[in-house]
């Protein structure tokens, strides 16, 4: 294994080794019996995955927002419920303890820089983040803990591995309209296609299109397979053909996101919105959120303390720990 500055498969060091860990990670909850703790896949990203089923999108860069309650680190310490009864606490089923963002891959050239500031326009740097190969899917994913004796039914499902579904809640500032790049702050601001025809599908001129994407700058570059029917329509924008129409469709890009719950619903708007896993956990130890853990040493040194399972970590960590810990 090479020159390693700790024995990570070694037990004999577990007590130093769980101080030195206990040290650096970012603890999120406190083990509590009566809780059940599953990861969720709460929410995608309009770059990959396109709008929801309520024609509803969300930029990856709204996810990374790192103000006071905005961006994915919102959903932390909110409650989550069932089918968005979220009008009174009273209904709340748990508690959403931890959030993790899978964020894009940066390229070595853009080392340093979120991909907020990277520019869509005058270059194709985002569009370089967004076709790299085996690319993260820019999901958010969220821990909930689900009180077993107030929510037994939920429990159950939980418990039986059966599949469950989620739908988040989100305040907005603001939403764009993808067919005329109208701006509603407020219901009453929308314009028809959203009030009227949400989801449906226009022909618009591709000069009206340039003007959203190019002049005001309104709809991104890279959102527009998921704004376009065809690939060709798509070429047409890209290269500011205007002598044609296209056929686009209507749908909300929603911007400046606050998460305030997460639901276990029946149907989930978004299509990959389920738990993914129920998380193992251990009696006496507190849970971690994995986001803080930036580097491979410091997670193999959690797992050489007995503190973290294989089986609750992302994907792409396990081939960074390959080398340190000798699953590969």
Known sequence: MGDCPVE????DRSQDLYRKFASQVQKIAPYNPDFLYSRFRAIGCLEIDGPNNNWDGFPYEDFEDDRPNFGYTSFIGKKAFVEHQSHTVENSIGELPGAYLNRFIIPDQFTGRRYATLDSWDTDERRSVLDLPDQRDGSIEVLMAIDSKTSPRVARIIESGQSLGCSMGTNIAYSICTICGNVAHFEHQYCPHIKYAKGQTHIVPASDMNELVWDRKLIRPEWLPHVLSSQQDVRSVMQKQASKNLRA??????RELSF???????????NRAYMLERVASIQGIELVDFSSLETPELIALGISAGLIDLATLPDERLEELGVLIGIL
């Open 8 to 11: 990570w498969n070694t037990r």
């Open 249 to 254: 469709r209507a749908f909300e890009v929603n």
């Open 260 to 270: 305030f719950e997460l639901s276990v619903v029946a149907a989930p708007a978004f």
